[in-house]
């Protein structure tokens, strides 16, 4: 896991939930949105179903995931820090052909303008990354992020 991590920049990991699990969770986040007329995204702090919550904490400390973690810890001999950003999209896609939207990107860009971040940034002790979990499979219309192989080592070159 951590090898293709490092070479590739990603990890697609397995399978954490099964598929009634997914159609299950799906459906009342589904609920959620619609109670809160669709917004792009709901914070997981939005949700006042304890049960929901449960779950979807529950797949974030899977033990693959967990295993993931701990390793890239170890590699890094560095603590990992969680920030409380637990969002769920929906429908968050952008046709890059037709959109003037970015979608996913690289989130450092912005902090490329500034030499202190750039110094930063290039350490090979610094480590950024976001944990996704899909409730859909990945098309040509949406289901998760597609990704560039390697780009994330052009950060650290440049």
Do not use: A
Not at 19 to 43: C, G
Not at 55 to 76: A, G, R, V
Request: some cysteine.
């Amino acid at each position: 896991m951590l090898e293709k991590f490092q070479q590739y920049g990603f990890y697609k990991g397995n399978v954490v939930i099964k598929k009634d699990e997914v159609l299950e969770l799906r459906k009342k986040l589904e609920n959620i949105f619609k109670k809160k007329n669709y917004p792009r995204t709901i914070s997981l702090f939005e949700i006042n179903d304890k049960d929901l919550i449960r779950t979807i904490l529950d797949i974030y400390s899977s033990p693959e995931i967990k295993k993931f973690l701990l390793d890239l810890e170890k590699t890094h001999k560095e603590n990992l820090s969680f920030l409380p950003k637990f969002i769920i999209q929906r429908n968050y896609h952008v046709d890059r052909l037709s959109s003037p939207g970015i979608g996913w990107h690289r989130d450092c860009g912005g902090e490329l303008q500034h030499d202190y971040c750039n110094k930063i940034l290039s350490k090979n002790s610094y480590v950024f990354g976001k944990l996704g979990i899909y409730l859909q499979e990945n098309s040509l219309f949406g289901g998760s992020i597609d990704v560039i192989p390697k780009s994330h080592k052009y950060i650290k070159l440049n």
